[in-house]
């Protein structure tokens, strides 16, 4: 039975020896009907779940469409895992995949599902990610300047942290649908994006170039922050010194938004 309401929608057929040999049916509901109520209930439970995890893209695409992008996700990814949180992981590459070929490049119409899909789903991640909640001291304690001066500290990027390189500004977008009101249309335009939890709050924050890759080589190199400076210099095009100017002015910012935690 198990197997069967798992498959999917069980097709309502005359007759089928295997079926009636574990359901009993009646003249009114054959035992083929009455299995197929449960695995409907199954895929409309499924459903339910993609619409809580992915609330804004149904909004702006419409009820309609949704459910014919995530009916064509469940058939083509059904679930492997005993929690239903996993069930939308692949969801924003199912989009990405199966757009309308072909792309006619990043930031145009049939690309929105799955850059907000991906930014939905790094939202949720942060939400239940170990973040920076009861475990950093308080930022304020540390000033910036003896953090970049020192040449062994570090500054861990916590788990909640999700970043994105995004076809669309969803700024207007997530605001929109915050206030309780239709979600805006994005703007199409390359966008750095920081996902990050503080005070067990998730928040989208746009980055420039150089902080992008200074918190990228953070995370990658356990939170050195002397070599992410070289990093973000080499990568975003600025000298060194005008790289630490900037943390100077922004490292206060990022500690308060939960983006970095002190180790000390």
């Known amino acids: 039975m198990q197997d069967r309401v798992t498959a999917g929608i069980w097709p309502a057929a005359t007759e089928d020896p295997e079926t009636r040999a574990i359901v009993v049916g009646s003249r009114s509901l054959p035992a083929e009907k009455r299995l197929g109520i449960y695995a409907s209930s199954y895929v409309a439970r499924l459903a339910e779940c993609m619409r809580a995890e992915f609330p804004i893209l149904r909004q702006l695409i419409g009820e309609q469409v949704f459910n014919l992008f995530v009916g064509g996700y469940?058939?083509?990814?059904?679930?492997?895992?005993?929690?239903?949180?996993?069930?939308?992981?692949?969801?924003?590459?199912y989009l990405e995949v199966t757009r309308p070929k072909p792309h006619s490049g990043p930031g145009t119409p049939e690309a929105l599902p799955a850059?907000?899909?991906?930014?939905?789903?790094?939202m949720a991640d942060a939400?239940?990610?170990?973040?920076?909640?009861?475990?950093?001291?308080?930022?304020?304690?540390?000033?910036?300047?003896?953090?970049?001066?020192?040449?062994?500290?570090?500054?861990?990027v916590p788990e909640s942290v999700k970043l994105l390189r995004l076809d669309f500004d969803f700024t207007e977008t997530l605001l929109s649908a915050r206030r309780g009101e239709p979600p805006t249309l994005p703007v199409p335009?390359?966008?750095?994006?920081?996902?990050?939890?503080?005070?067990?709050?998730?928040?989208?924050?746009?980055?420039?170039?150089?902080?992008?890759?200074?918190?990228?080589?953070l995370a990658e190199n356990g939170g050195d922050?002397?070599?992410?400076?070289?990093?973000?210099?080499?990568?975003?095009?600025?000298?060194r010194e005008r790289?630490?100017?900037?943390?100077?002015?922004?490292?206060?910012a990022a500690m308060e938004r939960g983006l970095v935690t002190c180790s000390q």
């Open 243 to 252: 790289v630490l100017a900037d943390l100077l002015v922004w490292l206060p």
């Open 74 to 93: 469940l058939s083509a990814c059904p679930p492997a895992s005993f929690s239903l949180y996993r069930l939308g992981a692949g969801f924003a590459e």
């Open 115 to 122: 850059s907000l899909a991906r930014l939905e789903r790094a």
């Open 127 to 156: 939400d239940r990610a170990e973040g920076p909640e009861n475990k950093a001291p308080d930022p304020t304690s540390f000033g910036a300047i003896s953090i970049l001066s020192d040449p062994g500290s570090h500054l861990p």
């Open 189 to 217: 335009k390359d966008t750095l994006v920081a996902v990050a939890r503080a005070r067990y709050r998730v928040q989208a924050h746009q980055l420039e170039s150089w902080a992008f890759a200074w918190l990228a080589a």
């Open 225 to 239: 922050v002397r070599a992410a400076i070289d990093v973000a210099a080499q990568e975003s095009g600025r000298n």
